[in-house]
T-cell receptor, first 113, second 111 residues
């Protein structure tokens, strides 16, 4: 049982480049989330999804887009990367209709030069 | 709006000393509080939640609605407790269900 898997785990981009982070979960969870983790800032919610085909903005959505075309996948896109987007990105999923327990991926470290 | 405050960034104690990691929250509704932990090179994982009232790895946390606090405590710290700890507040249900995390605190337990 893989749980939550994020790809890639590491990536270096130049300013202005685009990329997509993929999150896949095999637990049949309805809810999926993208967080970014920065020193001194903790975990901040970027976007989330409460089910296939739905997405919603979190605390820091600017500069990111997401899609949930399949229940098991949640994609995070950066159309034009900026140095301020250098961070560690975490995907998480949860099962229940209340907040419940989140299951996290291992994280993806993104550096924008 | 909901908010979680962890006032300290770092707590360093010696093995065997008591530990208290502070967490205060701001929320007008009925809160659900959690503590998550991230050990070195491991995934962020749930440590405990207030509704279960469990003791996990010797840690306990009591929800104090009067003081809007959910402090994490352990009477005798162990070196393996060294990690990053996040307090989280769960708000709403259904279409707006999500967790708000504090900024986290690094616990360092010295031998």
């Amino acid at each position: 049982n893989a749980g939550v898997t994020q790809t890639p785990k590491f990536r270096v981009l130049k300013t202005g480049q685009s990329m997509t982070l993929l999150c896949a979960q095999d637990m049949n969870h309805e809810y999926m989330y993208w967080y970014r983790q920065d020193p001194g800032m903790g975990l901040r919610l970027i976007h989330y999804s409460v089910g296939e085909g739905t997405t919603a903005k979190g605390e820091v959505p600017d500069g990111y887009n997401v899609s949930r075309l399949k229940k098991q996948n949640f994609l995070l896109g950066l159309e034009s990367a900026a140095p301020s987007q250098t961070s560690v990105y975490f995907c998480a999923s949860s099962y229940s209709t209340d907040t419940g327990e989140l299951f996290f991926g291992e994280g993806s470290r993104l550096t924008v030069l | 709006a909901q908010r979680v405050t962890q006032p300290e960034k770092l707590l360093s104690v010696f093995k065997g000393a008591p530990v208290e990691l502070k967490c205060n929250y701001s929320y007008s509704g009925s809160p659900e509080l959690f503590w998550y932990v991230q050990y070195s090179r491991q995934r962020l994982q749930l440590l405990l939640r207030h509704i279960s009232r469990e003791s996990i790895k010797g840690f306990t946390a009591d929800l104090n609605k009067g003081e809007t606090s959910f402090h994490l405590k352990k009477p005798f710290a162990q070196e393996e407790d060294s990690a990053m700890y996040y307090c989280a507040l769960g708000v709403c249900r259904g279409a707006n269900s999500k967790l708000t995390f504090g900024k986290g605190i690094t616990l360092s337990v010295r031998p």
